[in-house]
């Protein structure tokens, strides 16, 4: 499937499993993201997301994002929005 790049993972916090997200595009809650990196290979959908502790339904570029993964992510792998 295509992918557009959409971000940077620029934290990880174990508890919960969140990762923090600069944006470099827009994202919405329902879509699917796959996250790459030297050692992560991870897709998920969006299921909710914050900005500044609030939950949000669109985040833009410029905004940083804290969304929940299912596993490990790592400063500096890449975000991409995966479209059909």
């Known amino acids: 499937m295509p992918e557009e790049e959409i971000g940077k993972v620029s934290d990880f916090f174990a508890h919960p499993v969140v ?43 410029g905004d940083s994002v804290g969304i929940k993964v299912p596993d490990r992510v790592r400063h500096g792998d890449i975000v991409y929005k995966v479209t059909v």
Not at 34 to 58: A, P, R
């Open 19 to 61: 990762a923090g997200i600069e944006m470099t595009s827009t994202l919405k809650v329902g879509d699917t993201i796959h996250v790459k990196g030297h050692t992560t290979d991870l897709e998920l959908t969006i299921g909710s997301m914050q900005i500044d502790n609030v939950n949000v339904n669109e985040a833009k570029a």
